[in-house]
């Protein structure tokens, strides 16, 4: 168990509510938005966190709710959601010598688009491809960029149970597919990530609290060149009856499976494998068949859990829930995953550390 002795606070810059952080690839760079309307990013730099940039709307700023980053190999973009259903993406650029910026890069808006607009709204913003016919009325509650292989595509989740898929290519977004799940209150999204072996799958899953509005989780196969198929999961959904707050597949590194990790009032981890004889099945029609199952359920936290994340071997899952720890998962070969840390701090340390931090500007060692 780490101590309070040897947890440090970055400084928080934001003037209202932290609503979320994303850390790139490479785990060197993290973004923070908040209910102040900016988005601030921190850069580490021998083993210190420093502030490298901050931005928000041009204009009528709101809560910023989501944030994620693009695979670094596109350059540093950041894409953003905000309460007013806009959708905001930013690109790092060099600062040039008339710039007021006290930091070396700037960022830059990319494309910023309002989705009733795209929908058949009234409102405009930025340069898209106008192909849907149905508005939403219902905020982003998560948005995600895809693994590089795919390309520049980014995925964002309604919470009346669409899934919008756009493509940046070039200067233009084009909205590539909708996706209707016909599941209500969704509540988070992840691609899977192997390249060639698998066929690319979107997980998303639902927090609706009643069980008996029926699926909690739905598996899509993805193709650049068709739509979306949804997978067959009648089995697992039988096993998932609580609000899920998160998924995550694990990174894969030429396994003959999908690894998935669903976050509810516990943590399960899944296995998703291509049935015999259905690998490489092209059917534009219908996904593949696959053998799904439940490897172990994870109930450690004895609470809700809210969140999930893989290190970058997917060897490693961390979680954080309402029992106020966060806990370091590993799984053995052939063996059980087991619980091998967790951090965790009583109020009157964390309160002390949180107002050392609050009281200094300065940047925070790692």
Not at 159 to 181: A, C, L, M
Not at 205 to 223: F, R, V
Not at 226 to 237: E, I, P, Y
Request: glycine share 8%; proline share 4%; hydrophobic share 35%.
């Amino acid at each position: 168990m780490m101590g309070s002795d040897e947890l440090k606070f970055l400084h928080n810059f934001h003037k209202d509510f932290l609503h979320d952080t994303a850390f790139n690839f490479y785990g060197t760079r993290m973004a923070t938005c908040s209910s102040d309307g900016y988005v601030r990013v921190y850069d580490l730099h021998d083993n210190t966190w420093r502030q490298s940039g901050y931005f928000s709307l041009p204009s009528q700023p709101g809560p910023m709710t989501r944030v994620t980053w693009a695979h670094p190999e596109f350059g540093g973009i950041i894409a953003a959601v905000s309460y007013d259903r806009f959708v905001n993406v930013w690109e790092e650029a060099p600062t040039g010598p008339n710039d007021p910026s006290e930091y070396a890069t700037k960022w830059v808006p990319k494309d910023q688009f309002f989705e009733a607009f795209l929908f058949g709204g009234n409102e405009q913003r930025g340069s898209i491809t106008d192909t849907g016919t149905h508005s939403s009325n219902y905020n982003t509650v998560a948005v995600q960029f895809s693994p590089k292989h795919l390309g520049l595509i980014l995925a964002n989740v309604f919470f009346d149970g669409r899934i919008r898929i756009y493509d940046f290519q070039g200067s233009n977004v084009v909205n590539k597919e909708e996706i209707q799940t016909k599941m209500s209150n969704l509540s988070c999204i992840s691609w899977s990530t192997a390249r060639h072996h698998l066929a690319p799958l979107i997980a998303v899953g639902s927090d609706d609290c009643n069980a008996g509005t029926g699926a909690k989780l739905q598996l899509w196969e993805y193709a650049p060149d068709r739509k979306a198929v949804k997978v067959d999961l009648t089995s697992v959904n039988m096993l998932l009856q609580n609000a899920i707050k998160d998924i995550q597949f694990a990174p894969n590194f030429g396994q003959s499976y999908h690894l998935l990790a669903v976050a509810s009032n516990d943590i399960d981890l899944f296995t998703i494998k291509p049935a015999k004889g259905e690998l490489n099945n092209n059917s534009e029609n219908k996904a593949q068949v696959y053998d799904v199952t439940r490897i172990i359920t994870l109930d450690d936290h004895g609470s809700t859990v809210w969140k999930v994340c893989w290190n970058v071997f997917g060897s490693a899952l961390y979680s954080c829930g309402d029992d106020g720890r966060i806990r370091m998962w590993k799984g053995a070969i052939n063996g059980p995953w087991k619980c091998e840390s967790n951090i965790s701090l009583q109020a009157e340390a964390l309160e002390r550390i949180r107002s050392d931090a609050s009281q200094s500007t300065e940047p925070v060692s790692t």
